[in-house]
């Protein structure tokens, strides 16, 4: 992602936030998109409350998808066989944000919101996106052949697509003053 945003004329630092240096700048909003699940939540919101002007504000992000329970129960087969320790939900990741954002103090409560929407997938629209989420990123090649075969002999039993349901939720809270 850095590479591209760097070919695209986009000034890029790369750092995690608990080891980034701001270099005494401030920003107005400190937005992460599905990655602040790789943050340690309290470390994250104070490094955000030292850097955001009052007003600015804190909102991290995830797309939950809730499958049909047919689907569910195809998929978390092929997990529990393959990943058995890997998580199938983010749902637990948002209170965890919520508690470090209140934990940092400096914001205002944590606001939460919620999006519906869905979108219907082929086997291989599926199957060309899996790779790319949560702890499948994290899988030897093998292991990885092995899940991607066995959710597609899934989508293959159910008429080879179907509709994923999705809830953005975002967590956010505005700075208000010094630490």
Do not use: C
């Amino acid at each position: 992602m850095a590479d591209f945003a760097r070919r695209s004329g986009v000034e890029v630092e790369v750092a995690t936030i608990e080891a980034w240096d701001a270099a005494g700048r401030a920003f107005d909003a400190l937005v992460a998109g599905t990655a602040w699940h790789w943050v340690d939540p309290a470390a994250g919101a104070a490094k955000a409350a030292q850097v955001l002007r009052p007003g600015g504000r804190l909102a991290v992000f995830w797309h939950v998808f809730q499958l049909p329970p047919d689907v569910a129960e195809a998929f978390a087969a092929v997990y529990q066989r393959v990943v058995p320790d890997s998580p199938f939900s983010f749902r637990a990741l948002f209170p965890k944000a919520a508690d470090g954002i209140r934990g940092a103090g400096g914001f205002s409560d944590p606001e939460q919101w919620r999006f519906d929407w869905e979108r219907s997938y082929t086997r291989d629209e599926w199957l060309d996106q899996l790779p790319t989420s949560g702890a499948l990123t994290q899988l030897p090649p093998d292991k990885l052949a092995e899940v991607l075969a066995g959710v597609g002999a899934a989508i293959d039993a159910m008429g080879g697509n179907f509709t994923m349901h999705y809830a953005t939720v975002a967590v956010t809270a505005a700075r208000t003053g010094a630490t």
